[in-house]
């Protein structure tokens, strides 16, 4: 498997922004609480920040993280000293290994050969029945500039999610997309503006306004026709 970001022009990530998006990530540990349990493993753990999010689950026994940045992995053993982190990709966990559950954020977008990742996946959880949970950037029509900055290889829809998931092995249990408001907010500032950078400010006021606000009609009135982003949770077969 190639590692993930191979032709990303930035390391950073700008974590320090994304930092602010609290609500954004406790909506994204929601959707995923009532399947992440027991043994879990992270794939693309980042510096740790939906790490901490997912630690608050009380269903999740042993968390695991693997994470291929040398960077990154400083900054998430700063955070969480505690957490198991395999330094590497899924190509480098033991043979024979299996988990309940595990989740992707923003991650699956940075890998090339995204199929063949997802098959090997599958190989991890299929002895225990295990669930796939992933999050990833949605509709290619607000592919940017900074998508590409990123090392992002494509965005998805959910026919292209579906088919991936099911050739892999899965059986598609959750699929819809996710954050109606925040398509529109990507596609004026990243496609239209060509804007580079996520400021600190703009993404305060977002998660604390906007998000949660446009979050709670999306998860109790009905699930938005397009998002910024795409759910999706699989069972292994």
């Known amino acids: 498997m190639n590692s993930p970001n191979a032709i990303a022009e930035t390391e950073d990530f700008e974590f320090a922004a994304l930092s602010e998006a609290v609500n954004y990530r406790k909506a994204i540990i929601a959707e995923f609480r009532d399947i992440l349990r027991g043994d879990v493993l992270e794939i693309g753990a980042g510096i740790g920040q939906i790490t901490e999010a997912i630690l608050s689950l009380s269903n999740v026994g042993n968390l695991v993280g693997i994470e291929p940045d040398k960077g990154f992995q400083v ?3 700063e955070r969480l000293p505690h957490i198991k982190l395999i330094d590497g990709t899924t190509a480098d966990l033991e043979a024979g290994c299996s988990f309940n559950s595990a989740i992707m954020v923003n991650v699956l ?3 090339e050969h995204d199929e063949a990742e997802l098959k090997t996946i599958h190989g991890i959880l299929k002895p225990r029945d295990g669930h796939i949970c992933i999050l990833v950037p949605a509709r290619q029509e607000i592919f940017s500039k900074l998508d590409y900055h990123f090392g992002h290889y494509r965005r998805y829809d959910k026919p292209m999610l579906k088919s991936k998931l099911e050739r892999a092995g899965f059986h598609i249990e959750k699929l819809h997309y996710f954050n109606f408001v925040g398509y529109f907010a990507w596609a004026l500032k990243y496609k239209i503006l060509r804007g580079m950078d996520f400021d600190v400010n703009q993404v305060r006021l977002f998660d604390s306004k906007i998000f949660p606000k446009a979050n ?3 998860t109790t009135v ?8 795409l759910i999706a949770i699989a069972r292994a077969l």
């Open 109 to 111: 977008e940075h890998i």
């Open 222 to 229: 009905c699930r938005p026709p397009f998002g910024q982003s």
């Open 216 to 218: 709670h009609i999306e």
């Open 75 to 77: 900054g998430f053993r």
